[in-house]
């Protein structure tokens, strides 16, 4: 109960990454600076990761092992936003985009995790996965698209068109909004790739839902077939 609480914990600061990242990108100037605020809620969701983290390897049962493997895990929950500023860097406002899409990789696998642990059923684990893969990957890359698109680009009106965008691509159908800056042309090359990449999770998900129901129906065939008949 202790491990899922403080999972649900992390998720919860995904969450909140997630909602912060978006008011800055959606609500602030063009291209402008990141504000404090957000630095600071970034320390926070970062600490709660770092927390959450050497938990799960005191409850390991070799510890040395679990720190080897999952040592990219505590990269990516480094707090680099506070770090730069405690040594009096002031970063460009890219590259507090793309360290926000590192710790936003921190947080799709805290979703992971938390599934894990809520879901007992692991087809069912694997629906719920997919899903909060497609959504989150469609939603941050319809953020990355927005805040380089929106002020060059007179095809993004609002940030509903790059969430449009993001969606058709992702799906490989395409969108007839064409990327002009250099990110966004980055997007628009890596969003097919991993829609793709990605797909066959669903397939993988319908097929054992299939054999699982032909199991099951054939299982009941048999056992009525032993069933022994009754002459009366």
């Known amino acids: 109960m202790f491990l899922k609480a403080i999972n649900i914990l992390t998720l919860v ?30 320390f926070v969701i970062c600490v709660i990761f770092i927390v959450d983290f050497f938990v799960l390897m005191f ?28 040594c009096g860097l002031r970063l460009g406002h890219t590259m507090s985009m793309w360290l926000s899409g590192v710790v936003m990789l921190r947080a799709v696998m805290a979703l992971y995790i938390t599934l894990r642990w809520l879901i007992e059923r692991r087809a069912t684990r694997l629906l719920w996965a997919y899903l909060a893969t497609v959504l989150l990957c469609t939603y941050f890359a319809a953020l990355l698209f927005y805040e380089f698109e929106a002020p060059v680009n007179r095809s993004v ?21 064409f990327p002009v800056t250099t990110i966004g042309k980055i997007i628009c090359v890596l969003l097919p790739i991993l829609g793709t990449a990605i797909f066959p999770i669903l397939t993988v998900y319908i097929t054992s839902l299939y054999e699982r129901r032909n199991h099951h129906s054939g299982t009941g065939i048999v056992e009525d077939s032993d069933k022994p008949k009754n002459d009366s």
């Open 13 to 42: 600061a995904s969450i909140l990454l997630l909602a912060s990242l978006s008011v800055e990108v959606i609500y602030s100037r063009e291209l402008a600076l990141f504000s404090d605020v957000y630095s600071e809620v970034m």
């Open 59 to 86: 409850h390991s049962k070799n510890k040395l092992r679990f720190l080897m493997r999952n040592f990219v895990v505590l990269l990516l929950s480094i707090p680099y936003h506070a770090i730069a500023t405690w």
């Open 157 to 177: 009106a609002g940030f509903g068109d790059a969430l449009w965008w993001a969606g058709m691509n992702l799906t490989t159908v395409g969108a007839e909004i």
